[in-house]
């Protein structure tokens, strides 16, 4: 068996960003040499999700709205963690809902992805450096 | 170590269902002849899903109500999405609720399944060919 | 390849908690003596979860309230599962939003988790003996 680790590294702009890294994540697997195996990717941080969707601006805008209806940013004072001094409560909840990792398939040496299938980092208290992880293991 | 990569086709009469998958999978790890390993389901289209629940007709419903109330399907002009030329936004959304995909234990040439756990492909924009990818390492 | 099977067992005090398990799974790495790989921790009840966050009891409570917001326990007659006796269905809605399986990579002989990533088990229908699954591959 063999495997490869690397962690990627992120300083989004804005509190809240999707960024496309299938490209990373795919030059990853052929530097890991692995034909057949299991790719986990995998946010390190607990108001970040990686997640796999469709790379399209529209339908990125509607998944901000229903976050902020599922939950709101504001009030910040309404969530008890925020009383620890952080303003986050709501990352930790929409990242909740997006998910914290994905697992792909390698096969013959590629991320084995559906036609539309395209992995996202996405961000929900940013403006600070976080990385993600990446775990290739298989043959 | 060993794999097996297969893809289950569907095809559903309408736009949303819940089908269970449990013995289409199990066949297949007894088809890779891995012992001890994990097996990865996952829908390859962003409209879909791979989760595993009850098969319990009241539950179905009940999520599909749930799921209605969180992402609701119309008005479908409310989506960005939408204005792509689909009516599926909602579908990307209920799909990110009920998640991607299952990673399963294999174990003594078994998935390693709690009493109640079946394992479902949910669709959310039906109609149209769609695929599902099982993934199995070890040995 | 080598591999750890080993199943956690639960009976919380309430019908919903949240349990810090990071110790039991990080000592079962170190039993299983695999250096490079996968550890799969799922829930083997479909009213429970597992999930990674941070272990902060504010926090905690906003999970819960924003939980109930977006599936109520009562009235329990909304639900058509309760019609088979139970009155658990919230708790498999709960769980779908909180997730049944978490995978880690292992590193260097140990879980490689973020600065304040932590496993928990979440419990939505408690009171009764559940399980846990931790299956660990790799080399």
């Known amino acids: 068996m063999k495997s490869l680790t690397e962690y990627l590294v992120f300083q989004t702009q804005n509190r809240r960003e999707f ?15 692995i034909r057949e195996g299991l790719c ?7 108001t970040a999700s990686v997640f796999i969707n469709d790379d399209e601006g529209g339908l990125h805008q509607d998944f901000e709205e229903w976050l902020q209806q599922l939950a709101p940013h504001e009030p ?3 969530y008890l963690h925020n009383r620890t001094g952080e303003d986050n409560a709501d990352g ?4 909740t809902i997006m998910g914290r990792e994905v697992v ?3 096969t013959k040496g590629r991320l084995d992805l559906g036609p539309w ?3 996202f980092y996405g961000e929900f208290d940013g403006r600070r450096r ?7 293991i298989g043959e």
């Open 19 to 33: 960024i496309n890294i299938t490209p990373e994540v795919e030059s990853l697997v052929q530097k890991s040499g």
């Open 40 to 46: 986990l990717v995998n946010a390190m941080h607990i």
């Open 76 to 78: 910040v004072s309404k």
């Open 92 to 95: 930790h909840l929409k990242r």
């Open 104 to 106: 792909v398939a390698v």
């Open 117 to 119: 299938e395209q992995v």
């Open 130 to 136: 976080k990385r993600d992880l990446v775990k290739i």
